[in-house]
């Protein structure tokens, strides 16, 4: 049985889809889900999910997150998923200050909880400033895709 993964993610302005977008699409078992300001209907049945939020209001989660995370909560702690992570939008050059704040919020939310786990797999990207996001991010996404099929770590080294 192939195991299914989730990549959940929401965008204000369509930076935070794209990156998405462009990190899911080699991967065919990777479910693609925009969060909105309707509540979300989690339906279970993954065993990796991944959170992404952009970064806004001084360091916090895109409000999407803020408002509909207490209830995720719940819906996925009663069946966790064994692998996860959170990807984490933020823009260096215009908030030094409180660039990928995201991330903080993510960890007030989530530790002590059932998904705290995915706090241990954290990518945050700046496509403005680092051209070479998408190699870093997916390399990332690689590592949990891997550890979610249960194979070993190092098992893509013995196919070549
Ligand atoms: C009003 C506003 C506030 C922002 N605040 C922060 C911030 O505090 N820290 C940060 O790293 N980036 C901040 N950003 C940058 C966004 O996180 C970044 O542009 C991101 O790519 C936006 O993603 P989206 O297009 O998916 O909404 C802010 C952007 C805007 C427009």
Redesign the pocket.
Known sequence: MTSRALLLF??????????CRVLAAPHAALDLIELTPEPPRYSGGHDVVIFAS???????L?HVWTTHLPQLIQSFGAAPPTQGGLLV????R??GH?????VNAFHRHLRGTPLAPLLGRICVV???ENPAWQQHASAWLDVILQEGSGGPYDDADHHH
């Open positions: 929401s965008s204000a302005r369509g930076q935070t889809r794209r990156v952009p970064t806004y209001g001084q360091g916090e895109h939008l933020g823009d260096r215009y908030h409180t660039f990928a704040g995201a700046d496509p403005r």
